[in-house]
């Protein structure tokens, strides 16, 4: 019965490396728009950093949340 258990938190935390892939590509995705949208236009800095810094802490939301539930499941 005990192994049947370690493998359960195993799997719970096979799941969550697979679920912090979309965060990881969505931060990726935010920063490359960032970068773009700045090259293109310098002017607009400091509007796109605070939509980019949003974005960032959104996506990062579901990656903490995924963990949280993955230690408690």
Same mark, same amino acid.
């Given at each position: 019965?005990?192994? /049947?258990?370690e /493998? %359960?938190? /195993?799997? /719970?935390m +096979?799941g &969550?490396?697979?679920a912090a892939?979309?965060?990881?590509i969505?931060?990726?995705l935010?920063f490359a728009a &960032?970068i773009n949208g700045?090259a293109?236009?310098?002017?607009?800095?400091?509007?796109l950093q605070g +939509?980019?810094i949003l974005?960032?802490? %959104?996506?990062?939301? %579901?990656?903490? +949340?995924?963990?949280?539930?993955?230690?408690?499941l």
């Open positions: 019965m005990t192994g /049947n258990i /493998n %359960l938190g /195993n799997l /719970n +096979i &969550y490396g697979l892939i979309g965060p990881g969505g931060i990726g935010i &960032y700045v293109r236009q310098p002017e607009a800095r400091g509007v +939509i980019a974005g960032f802490a %959104l996506a990062e939301a %579901l990656a903490i +949340i995924g963990i949280g539930l993955a230690f408690v």
